[in-house]
């Protein structure tokens, strides 16, 4: 989730690269071809998960990683945001309501290659080929979203109008290491928003207006879904499915990792500043590649980027240098 505040609304056609809502031979033709494909792979895609995700907008894939993984990767992470934010000794309510929202630090993977191994992770990377529909990912940017005890909800927003990209080909792998709870900052999904054909802006920054955009104005918006996932697991989403994360009530930080996958091929779309643009240079319409965006699967076994050099650091905290 990285806003481009400048932004009031995204009006560009949206490509989905999907069935149309209601097409179900389609649906099944197309999962089942994907399934087909992804089980040559390291993994075996269930066609029921690639089914949900092209009808829902997201899907929950259980015990995708171990409780060491999770220790080892958890520590790695905590000592990342540590590196970045531990000097910042402000209470949550002296906070922005962005910050208040989420300690949010991104591209960790340039600073820590404990982290590097997560979000270079190759089971992780081809499930969310294979829900996307895609041959090769190259990671947007990887981010921690430690919500802390007290913190406020995350607005409800699509991420696709917040990244000055097209077309809208990206999956984000949402993966709470302690796992998630309705008290602790659980996230919402609204089934089929995704294909609903809308793109909207919505400013969970608070900076430009009051409230975020008015989705469930919109009749055939489903209601929000929450998912309490459990330890182990990981929550994919489209960059196009309406979510939302609750209030933590709890007095743990809400420990959740994100790495944000596009299809190989997607282009700048709009001047709107982003690090993940901007430290390499592309320009509108050009495609985004680069040592910012590497591909992430597939990738050989052990084969892991090194940070880019000479392109400048990512922001310490937040979206903005």
Same mark, same amino acid.
């Given at each position: 989730?990285?806003?481009? !505040?400048? =932004?009031? /609304?995204? %009006?560009?056609?949206?490509?989905? +690269?999907?069935? $149309?809502?209601?097409?179900?031979?389609?649906?099944?033709?197309a999962?089942?071809?994907?399934?087909?494909?992804?089980?040559?792979?390291?993994?075996?895609v269930a066609?029921?998960?690639?089914?949900?995700?092209?009808?829902?907008?997201?899907?929950?894939?259980e015990?995708?990683?171990?409780?060491?993984?999770?220790?080892?990767?958890?520590?790695?992470?905590?000592?990342?945001?540590?590196?970045?934010?531990?000097?910042?000794?402000?209470l949550?309510?002296?906070?922005?309501?962005?910050?208040?929202?989420?300690?949010?630090c991104?591209?960790?993977?340039?600073?820590? !290659?404990n =982290?590097? /191994?997560? %979000?270079?992770?190759?089971?992780? +990377?081809?499930? $969310?080929a294979s829900?996307?529909?895609a041959?090769t990912?190259?990671?947007?940017?990887?981010?921690?979203?430690?919500?802390?005890p007290g913190g406020?909800?995350?607005?409800?927003?699509?991420?696709?109008?917040?990244?000055?990209?097209?077309?809208a080909?990206q999956?984000?792998?949402?993966?709470?290491?302690?796992?998630s709870?309705?008290?602790?900052?659980?996230?919402?999904?609204?089934p089929?928003?995704?294909?609903?054909?809308?793109a909207?802006?919505?400013?969970?920054?608070?900076?430009?207006?009051?409230?975020?955009?008015?989705?469930?104005?919109?009749?055939?918006?489903?209601?929000?879904?929450?998912?309490?996932?459990?330890?182990?697991?990981?929550?994919?989403?489209?960059?196009?499915?309406?979510?939302?994360?609750?209030?933590?009530?709890?007095?743990?930080?809400?420990?959740?990792?994100?790495?944000?996958?596009?299809?190989?091929?997607?282009?700048?779309?709009?001047?709107?500043?982003?690090?993940?643009l901007?430290?390499?240079?592309?320009?509108?319409?050009?495609?985004?590649?680069g040592?910012?965006?590497?591909i992430?699967?597939?990738?050989?076994?052990?084969?892991?980027?090194?940070?880019?050099?000479?392109?400048?650091?990512?922001?310490?905290?937040?979206f903005?240098?």
């Amino acid at each position: 989730m990285t806003p481009s !505040p400048s =932004v009031a /609304a995204v %009006t560009q056609p949206v490509t989905l +690269g999907l069935p $149309a809502l209601g097409s179900e031979s389609a649906v099944t033709s197309a999962t089942q071809l994907r399934a087909d494909i992804y089980s040559c792979g390291m993994i075996s895609v269930a066609q029921s998960d690639i089914e949900k995700f092209d009808r829902d907008g997201f899907v929950v894939i259980e015990d995708l990683f171990t409780p060491a993984d999770l220790k080892n990767f958890g520590d790695a992470v905590d000592s990342a945001v540590r590196d970045r934010v531990g000097d910042d000794s402000r209470l949550i309510g002296e906070k922005s309501l962005y910050e208040q929202s989420f300690q949010q630090c991104m591209n960790l993977w340039e600073d820590n !290659p404990n =982290v590097r /191994a997560l %979000t270079f992770h190759q089971e992780m +990377g081809e499930l $969310a080929a294979s829900l996307l529909g895609a041959e090769t990912l190259r990671i947007w940017h990887d981010q921690a979203l430690y919500k802390e005890p007290g913190g406020r909800e995350t607005d409800p927003h699509q991420d696709w109008p917040l990244w000055p990209m097209g077309p809208a080909r990206q999956i984000t792998a949402w993966i709470p290491f302690d796992g998630s709870t309705l008290d602790g900052g659980a996230t919402g999904y609204s089934p089929g928003s995704h294909r609903l054909g809308l793109a909207k802006f919505s400013d969970i920054t608070r900076e430009i207006r009051d409230e975020p955009y008015p989705f469930f104005d919109h009749s055939e918006m489903a209601n929000l879904v929450w998912v309490e996932a459990p330890v182990g697991s990981v929550v994919f989403h489209h960059s196009l499915t309406v979510h939302q994360a609750r209030a933590n009530t709890t007095d743990q930080i809400r420990r959740v990792y994100c790495v944000i996958y596009f299809e190989d091929g997607c282009v700048r779309s709009r001047p709107f500043w982003h690090q993940s643009l901007d430290r390499q240079g592309i320009e509108d319409g050009q495609p985004i590649r680069g040592p910012v965006t590497p591909i992430v699967w597939p990738r050989p076994p052990g084969d892991l980027p090194g940070p880019p050099i000479g392109l400048g650091t990512p922001p310490k905290t937040g979206f903005r240098n």
